[in-house]
């Protein structure tokens, strides 16, 4: 038996990056659930950003940054844009924009010459495709000047005196439209869940997350033993963003008395953990399509700690973050983070 306390093996499990886990769960009742979190109308992508380097657009969601026309990767800039996708196209708004997982741009599709790829040839589309907005107003979260590049078919920022650098030689060509990009639409981030479990161990409650833009976040929640048993629970839940970058909040091992407790009887647990992740202020954007997976075991006895459970969960969680991250650009897998937050 290992002798690793439940302090280190968090510290020295997260990140959870390659390998799936096969210990098993704690015995006794479990119930656990996954919920797709509504997205917002229509759906967006975030983490779409400026390349100060060639001026083109690209997607920063990855630890690699694609291939850049001025040399090496993109180098990401100013606003964070969130771009809707899967819609048809109307009269202000045009459809068959693609991200190309060569260069992780983004490049129009509409034409059977894919235009030119740093990475070389032409763009490869992957992933979604995005329907953006054109010739609107501009505000305080729409920016303009964005264009079609009639060279390389890539979107660029045309709002400088310089064009950047264009993989066809030179700076890029506007053509077509002026899209207008919507960016830093960030609200307070909330998501809650119902838990219970069956038979012999009967307790019941809910779990709330709340997240701010600054990485300020509340893990809270209530269960409540309606049955005669003294039962020790734990529970661990994780939001996943489609990107695959995960974020992990947990209780281990709390009592909650049933009936055999005469004096001193304390049936419910309560939590309000209020505590600041940076990792969340720098994916902000993507927890508004995160999905929230959740397990809650109950036991008479503890006889293993929560780093079986725990691990339990890892390998559910990382399997559903290679299925969200294959239906990103590009297919490619993003770092997975995971820190248990701790609270007896």
Not at 315 to 329: C, D, G, R, V, W
């Amino acid at each position: 038996m290992s002798k690793t306390n439940r302090r280190d093996f968090l510290i020295k499990s997260a990140p959870l990056v390659a390998a799936p886990f096969f210990l098993p769960i704690f015995s006794g009742s479990l119930m656990a659930g996954t919920i797709p979190q509504p997205s917002p109308a229509p759906d967006m992508q975030a983490d779409w950003r400026y390349c100060e380097k060639c001026k083109s657009l690209f997607f920063d969601g990855f630890p690699q940054k694609g291939r850049c026309a001025a040399g090496g990767g993109h180098k990401a800039e100013g606003l964070v844009f969130q771009l809707p996708y899967g819609l048809p196209e109307i009269p202000k708004a045009q459809t068959n924009w693609r991200y190309c997982d060569k260069c992780e741009v983004m490049f129009f599709d509409g034409f059977p010459d894919k235009g030119r790829c740093p990475g070389g040839g032409g763009h490869n589309a992957r992933g979604f495709v995005f329907r953006l907005p054109h010739d609107v107003a501009a505000d305080g979260n729409n920016q303009n000047q964005w264009r079609y590049c009639g060279k390389c078919h890539g979107m660029f920022y045309d709002g400088y005196p310089s064009k950047g650098a264009c993989p066809a030689g030179a700076g890029h060509s506007a053509a077509g439209f002026g899209f207008v990009l919507p960016h830093d639409l960030q609200q307070d981030y909330h998501v809650g869940a119902r838990l219970n479990t069956d038979g012999w161990a009967p307790i019941s409650g809910n779990m709330d997350i709340v997240a701010k833009p600054n990485g300020d976040y509340v893990f809270s929640g209530h269960m409540h033993n309606a049955g005669g048993l003294n039962i020790r629970y734990s529970l661990a839940a994780t939001l996943v963003t489609p990107s695959g970058q995960s974020f992990g909040f947990g209780i281990h091992g709390h009592r909650i008395d049933g009936t055999e407790t005469v004096f001193g009887r304390n049936r419910d647990h309560n939590w309000n953990d209020a505590k600041n992740d940076p990792r969340i202020a720098k994916n902000f954007a993507q927890l508004q399509r995160a999905t929230l997976n959740w397990r809650l075991v109950a036991t008479a006895t503890i006889t293993e700690t929560i780093q079986n459970y725990v691990q339990n969960l890892g390998k559910e969680t990382f399997l559903k973050m290679i299925q969200a991250a294959n239906a990103t650009p590009g297919a490619k897998l993003a770092n997975f983070y995971m820190n248990f937050l701790i609270a007896l």
